[in-house]
């Protein structure tokens, strides 16, 4: 989920223009191949005895990796969101695959996994076809009522997943102490990665509901408009 | 006269209040109060515009410009706390918190770390922090003239949880059986550092108390006194901040303790901002503020 861009009308150089077509291209073909690659395995069940997960897993790493390119684009200036926002937002999305996913494989193949995948594939698609046709101008009114509405689903489904799989991989990191630095060291400093991700998941709490009434607040705005035109 | 008040969230018409030309906003507050018990006046501002600056409440209706069926706004600013109750709060938490987990309590360490030995600079350190904190609640209740009575409740929460937060997070580590002290040479010094940041940062205090004398709203270029310490004015225009971050740096390199530079490297950063703030409004205010001066660290800005 971003921040709703501005009207198409922004003052973007046209390398600049080029290249976020090219990159918002690149991220909509590449979440689309997750969502055919994830409705793949659910119609075809058996496919070699692989997960879910191994599905999906080098493209899933790949395109949500490349996502952090959007809080530089930010801090360039070329988009108009928050850079503050936008790192928040893809901060939770790297934490996820990867300090969660790819380290702990017990977060994954349960509900919370799918319930995440399917969240984000969805919400991606639409929201990278969003932004290509927003700098060509040539977004459809259909496309803007998904990207606008879909979200209320899910947005919490997301969000639910996103916890599900961040307490399953607890265990492991209070077992393992893993990623922690541990007294005694010259600094007297300590890190416990379990009780970080016990922090990533309370901060939620505040985090979610603000995100979730903002979009609401920017359906309103937007689709409101335009059954006035 | 009569003057309507609207409120700044939907000009909704609250009251038409009557006044004479020479009652002061404060007088209408009360009016206010009167017909709407939850706005007590310390809730209230006025303002000439929706989204328009704060009204003075000393000044008088005439002063202001307002005639018969004029319009004032007036914003809600939500439940109030008084100033003294919020320092009073946040620092009576860090000397709690730090007391207790100084006692080694089994809830943070297991069982037994009580029994364990601790480093003659962990106990120095409990008892700086003790000092330095009373000091506060000492200063807040007799020391510090505060410009306003009240600032909104959810100040209140957020300010504790900052204190008490880093309090405990100071304390865990410092108290910590496995904490590792630094050579005594190094918290020696320091530790007369902070002495000397602490007898500062109240010299300060007394000194800016002094400035002004008790219900006169006169603003004065700060000045040295006759404690030396207070020459730190000529250096900056906030050498309370500038103790004070000194004092977090030194107890920071007595314990060699990186949570403490956090916390003092956070306390440093809201410190600047303000300091930046006021050194501004110092510049505005007086023609013949000193050149040379910074804001917080002395030479640098």
């Given at each position: 989920?971003?921040?709703a861009k ?6 973007l150089s046209?390398p ?7 990159y918002?291209a ?9 969502l055919y ?7 075809n069940?058996?496919l070699?005895?692989?997960s879910?997960w191994e599905h999906?897993?080098i493209?899933?790493?790949i395109f949500q990796?490349?996502a ?15 850079t ?9 999305r790297?934490?996820?695959?990867w ?11 349960q509900?919370?996994?799918s319930l995440l995948?399917l969240?984000?594939?969805v919400?991606?698609?639409?929201r990278?076809?969003y932004?290509?046709l ?7 009114g259909?496309l803007l009522w998904c990207?606008?509405t879909?979200?209320?689903i899910?947005?919490?489904?997301g969000?639910?997943g996103?916890?599900l ?12 102490q893993e990623?922690s630095?541990l007294?005694p ?5 300590t890190?416990n990665?379990?009780y970080?991700t ?7 709490i505040p ?12 359906r309103?705005?937007i689709?409101?408009n335009?059954?006035?035109? | 006269m009569?003057i309507?008040i609207?409120s700044?969230?939907g000009?909704?018409q609250?009251a038409?209040?009557t006044?004479d030309?020479?009652?002061?906003l404060?007088e209408?507050?009360t009016?206010?109060h ?10 209230q501002?006025f303002?000439?515009e929706?989204?328009g600056?704060?009204?003075?409440e000393?000044k008088t ?12 706004y007036l ?6 706390v ?5 320092f009073l ?5 860090p000397?709690?918190v730090?007391a ?6 089994w809830?943070?360490y ?15 350190a ?6 330095h904190y009373?000091?506060r ?5 007799f020391v ?5 009575a009240?600032?909104p409740?959810?100040n ?5 949880a ?5 309090a405990?997070?100071v ?7 496995l904490?590792?002290?630094p050579c005594?040479?190094q918290s ?7 002495t000397?940041?602490?007898?500062g940062?109240f010299s ?14 006169e603003r004065?270029?700060p ?5 030396p ?6 250096l900056v225009?906030c ?6 971050v000194g004092g977090w740096v030194a107890?920071t390199i ?12 956070a306390?440093f950063y ?5 300091a930046?703030g006021?050194h501004r ?5 007086f023609?013949d503020?000193?050149r040379?001066?910074?804001?917080i ?5």
């Open positions: 989920m971003s921040a501005k009207a198409p009308s922004r003052v046209l600049a223009r080029i290249y976020l077509i090219f918002n690149i991220q909509f073909l590449g979440w689309s191949f997750l690659k994830m409705v793949d395995f659910v119609v069940q058996d070699e005895g692989k879910l999906v897993e493209p899933l790493l990796s490349g952090i390119l959007e809080v530089v684009h930010c801090a360039c200036g070329i988009t108009p969101s928050s503050i926002i936008t790192f928040a937002q893809v901060y939770s790297v934490f996820l695959i300090p969660i996913l790819y380290k702990v494989p017990d977060a994954r193949d509900i919370g996994f995948l969240a984000w594939t919400t991606e698609v639409l990278y076809l932004y290509v927003n700098l060509i101008s040539l977004v459809p259909f990207r606008y879909f979200f209320i899910l947005y919490p489904a969000v639910t996103e916890l799989c961040c307490y399953r991989a607890l265990s492991h990191y209070s077992e393992t990623f630095i007294l060291n010259a600094w007297n400093f890190f990665f379990y970080y016990i922090l990533v998941m309370l901060a939620y985090v979610f509901p603000q995100l979730y009434t903002h979009m609401f607040v920017q309103k705005k689709l409101g335009k059954k006035h035109d | 009569e309507g609207l700044t969230s000009g909704k609250l038409t209040l006044v030309p020479n009652s002061t404060k209408l507050k009016q206010i009167r017909l709407k018990s939850h706005l007590y006046p310390d809730r501002e303002r000439q929706p989204r600056k704060g009204l003075d000393s209706v005439a002063a202001l410009g307002l005639k018969n069926h004029s319009k004032l914003k809600d600013l939500g439940p109030q008084a100033w003294k109750t919020v709060t946040e620092y009576a938490g000397l709690f730090y207790w987990i100084y006692q080694r309590p809830l943070f297991g069982e037994g770390a009580a029994n364990q030995p601790m480093s003659q600079v962990a106990h120095i409990a008892y700086c922090w003790v000092i009373t000091k609640i000492l200063e807040t209740l510090h003239r505060f410009s306003h009240t600032m409740v959810r209140l929460f957020r300010n504790c900052y204190y008490w937060i880093f405990a997070y304390a865990y580590h410092v108290n910590h059986p904490y590792t002290a005594q040479m020696y010094i320091a530790l007369g550092f902070w000397i940041c602490e007898l940062n300060i205090h007394w000194a800016l108390r002094n400035l002004r004398p008790p219900g006169s709203k004065r270029i000045r040295p006194t006759k404690d310490l207070t020459l730190m004015f000529n225009s050498p309370n901040y500038t103790y004070e107890f007595m314990t060699q303790c990186l949570p403490a530079g956090l916390f003092a490297f306390g809201q410190m600047a901002v303000w930046i006021k409004a110092y510049k505005k205010d023609k503020y000193p040379g001066r910074k804001a660290i002395p030479f640098v800005f």
